[in-house]
């Protein structure tokens, strides 16, 4: 049930968020229309109310629960567009809103069960529809709510003007009134603790997926120069607390603008992928670490590892690419990586980078398609 909520989210136009809102309003708003009926026909209940407000309550239910199902029909055929109308959403978002706002008023929004459900509304609003429509919604059924209570602590309207005082038995409520209060707080509750709940669980997983893709290299799916920086600092604070080595490799595609130039961005970008796949099949999970810097650029974290037991690794990725043959239409072709590494024997991130990247140079200097690897202690 909750996977089918997430798909939802995930998937949702506005117009089906929308049409969902009608949907699920419309059951409760035909249930207290059915609710109130015995209030205008069983005596004893007759006699604890007002007919006519109730009857204008009726007449209320019907003419919001039209509107909408006006609005839905329009919507239906326009659920998956991802255009917005924002009009009708307002419309159909203060409908609904003014109705659960006289509902609360006509029982009393202080201390009956509609007063719950109307902040119930409004937790299943901020779910369902854009936080503007929202917003637009709230201060209109808000202000109708202040403007009515101001009118009854000037005397001039009544509070809770659907019940009389025959509604209470001495101090204590009548049967009728009492499962009708009681019913309006459940329904209330419901959606004051569900909603928020599923809300918040969102808001949760939303959060673990921004956190992932801040660390995460959207065309690879590697590790990112963030996250690279935040765990080889991590690593080398750790090395030299335990002694134990530290290598890292700079890796760079050879002549990767000529691929680029000659077969297309497209390829290119498929290249750097079937790269970023040889890079992570040829390490450790998760212990060791493969990175995009950026453009053709990657690294290596090998954490546990020397200088030859790094060199190791280097010499599999490279025999594994001079394994792979890329195609484009009739035309095939090879790519090679240069890598210059470095141990990590006690020294910062920068002198460990420096080397590594200096050894990368002389890789590339000295021919390509090679790896030329020394340890941080042979930084001057």
Same mark, same amino acid.
Request: hydrophobic letters at 50%; aromatic letters at 10%.
């Given at each position: /049930?909750?996977? =089918?909520?997430?798909?939802?989210?995930?998937?949702? *136009?506005?117009?089906? %968020?929308?049409?969902?809102?009608? @949907?699920?309003?419309?059951?409760?708003?035909?249930?207290?229309?059915?609710?109130?009926?015995?209030?205008?026909?069983?005596?004893?209940?007759?006699?604890?109310?007002?007919? $006519?407000?109730?009857?204008?309550?009726?007449?209320?239910? !019907?003419?919001?629960?039209?509107?909408?199902?006006?609005?839905?029909?329009?919507?239906?055929?326009?659920?998956?567009?991802?255009?917005?109308?924002?009009?009708?959403?307002?419309?159909?978002?203060?409908? +609904?809103?003014?109705?659960?706002?006289?509902?609360?008023?006509? =029982?009393?929004?202080?201390? $009956?069960?509609?007063?719950?459900?109307?902040?119930?509304?409004? =937790?299943?609003?901020?779910?369902?529809?854009?936080?503007?429509?929202? &917003?637009?919604?709230?201060?209109?059924?808000?202000?109708?709510?202040?403007?009515? #209570?101001?009118?009854?602590?000037?005397?001039?309207?009544?509070?809770?003007?659907?019940?009389?005082?025959?509604? @209470?038995?001495?101090?204590?409520?009548?049967?009728? &009134?009492?499962?009708?209060?009681? +019913?309006?707080?459940?329904?209330?509750?419901?959606? +004051? *603790?569900?909603?928020?709940?599923?809300?918040? #669980?969102?808001?949760?997983?939303?959060?673990?997926?921004?956190?992932?893709?801040?660390?995460? #290299? !959207?065309?690879?799916?590697?590790?990112?120069?963030?996250? @690279?920086?935040?765990?080889?600092?991590?690593?080398?604070? %750790?090395?030299?607390?335990?002694?134990?080595?530290?290598?890292?490799? /700079?890796?760079?595609? #050879?002549?990767?603008?000529?691929?680029?130039?000659?077969?297309?961005?497209? +390829?290119?970008?498929?290249?750097?992928?079937?790269?970023?796949?040889?890079?992570?099949?040829?390490? %450790?999970?998760?212990?060791?670490?493969?990175?995009?810097?950026?453009?053709?650029? @990657?690294?290596?974290?090998?954490?546990?590892?020397?200088?030859?037991?790094?060199?190791?690794?280097?010499?599999?990725?490279?025999?594994?690419?001079?394994?792979?043959?890329?195609?484009?239409?009739?035309?095939?072709?090879?790519?090679?990586?240069?890598?210059?590494?470095?141990?990590?024997?006690?020294?910062?991130?920068?002198?460990?980078?420096?080397?590594?990247?200096?050894?990368?140079?002389?890789?590339?200097?000295?021919?390509?398609?090679?790896?030329?690897?020394? !340890?941080?202690?042979? !930084?001057?």
């Amino acid at each position: /049930m909750y996977k =089918a909520i997430e798909k939802f989210i995930d998937s949702a *136009t506005p117009a089906s %968020r929308c049409l969902l809102a009608i @949907f699920a309003s419309t059951p409760y708003f035909v249930l207290y229309f059915l609710v109130n009926l015995p209030a205008l026909v069983v005596p004893e209940i007759r006699a604890g109310v007002r007919p $006519a407000v109730v009857w204008a309550a009726q007449g209320g239910v !019907v003419l919001s629960i039209v509107i909408n199902g006006g609005l839905g029909c329009w919507l239906w055929p326009h659920r998956q567009s991802t255009e917005r109308f924002p009009k009708i959403f307002t419309g159909i978002a203060i409908n +609904m809103g003014l109705l659960y706002t006289f509902m609360a008023l006509l =029982a009393g929004a202080f201390t $009956a069960g509609p007063g719950l459900v109307w902040m119930g509304v409004l =937790a299943v609003g901020l779910f369902l529809f854009e936080l503007r429509t929202m &917003w637009i919604a709230y201060l209109v059924c808000a202000s109708v709510l202040v403007a009515y #209570d101001l009118l009854v602590l000037s005397g001039v309207a009544r509070y809770a003007p659907a019940i009389t005082a025959r509604a @209470f038995e001495g101090v204590e409520v009548t049967w009728w &009134w009492a499962i009708w209060r009681d +019913m309006a707080f459940y329904v209330g509750l419901v959606a +004051m *603790t569900v909603i928020p709940l599923l809300l918040f #669980d969102r808001l949760n997983v939303l959060h673990d997926k921004l956190n992932q893709l801040s660390g995460t #290299d !959207v065309l690879t799916g590697l590790a990112n120069r963030r996250h @690279f920086m935040e765990r080889l600092g991590a690593e080398v604070l %750790r090395q030299k607390r335990t002694k134990r080595p530290l290598s890292m490799v /700079m890796v760079d595609a #050879d002549h990767f603008k000529r691929v680029n130039d000659t077969y297309g961005h497209a +390829m290119g970008d498929s290249v750097l992928c079937d790269l970023a796949r040889v890079l992570a099949e040829g390490v %450790r999970t998760p212990t060791d670490l493969a990175v995009r810097l950026g453009g053709e650029e @990657f690294a290596i974290l090998l954490p546990e590892t020397s200088a030859s037991e790094a060199e190791a690794v280097c010499r599999r990725i490279h025999e594994r690419l001079s394994a792979l043959t890329f195609k484009s239409g009739e035309q095939s072709f090879q790519l090679t990586v240069s890598m210059g590494g470095a141990e990590c024997l006690g020294q910062d991130v920068e002198a460990v980078m420096k080397l590594a990247d200096r050894n990368l140079y002389r890789a590339k200097e000295e021919g390509r398609n090679r790896t030329i690897f020394s !340890v941080s202690a042979e !930084v001057a």
